[in-house]
């Protein structure tokens, strides 16, 4: 890269810079940009290169962190804090554009809205805890179930909303009733064991 831009300096007589990678005395690969220029006598001969280093590293760690930070921001505010699930506005916003687009496509869409039955039982038999354990548990098995492209979002409590985009077969036959076993044969686990429950969808 130094030469083709060091060619490209003498060429053009421009001033060029670029970013790349350095070894220090030390042997330590550094991050720096690089700017060349020249210097030309009177006769528009080049007579000087001048060429200054900067190190770049802590510039593009806090870039790299920033970055990391802006889609940490970005999960947080599209995801349930508690199960890692769509939150509402998040599910919605992704209904209403599956709704514009098969509308648009002539495609079909089942839209489910998905209940666990007499969930306060459980927090009242085993406590909050054990209920948001059952919560996430149960939004693991979900979304092992689900099609890599279906879409489950917390739609409030114990609700939950689920997007499905071209479905080819009917919802109530297919993949609700699938889900719906799923969960009555599988124990969700908890901090105090495994619990059953059983889930309705409509």
Known sequence: I???????????????????????????????????????????????????????????????????LNRKLKHEA????????????????ILSKELIRTKRRNTKLSIGLCDIDHFKHINDKYGHQVGDDALCSFVKVMQNTLRPYDLLGRYGGEEFLLVMPDSTVSAE????????????????????????ITVSIG
């Not at 190190?55 to 962190?65: G, H, M, S």
């Not at 599209?78 to 916003?93: F, K």
């Open 78 to 93: 599209t995801h349930d804090p508690l199960t890692g699930a769509l939150n509402r506005r998040a599910i919605l916003d």
């Open 173 to 196: 036959q297919g993949v609700y009733e699938r889900l719906r076993t799923k969960i009555a044969d599988h124990q969700l686990a908890t901090r105090s064991g495994g619990i059953n």
């Open 2 to 68: 130094t030469f083709e831009k060091t060619k490209e300096l003498l060429e053009l007589g421009i001033k060029v810079q670029f970013e790349t990678k350095r070894l220090t005395k030390k042997g330590n690969r550094i991050d720096v940009i690089i700017s060349a220029s020249c210097i030309k006598k009177v006769n528009d001969e080049i007579s000087k290169l001048i060429v200054v280093l900067k190190d770049n590293t802590e510039q593009k760690q806090a870039k790299k962190e920033l970055k990391l």
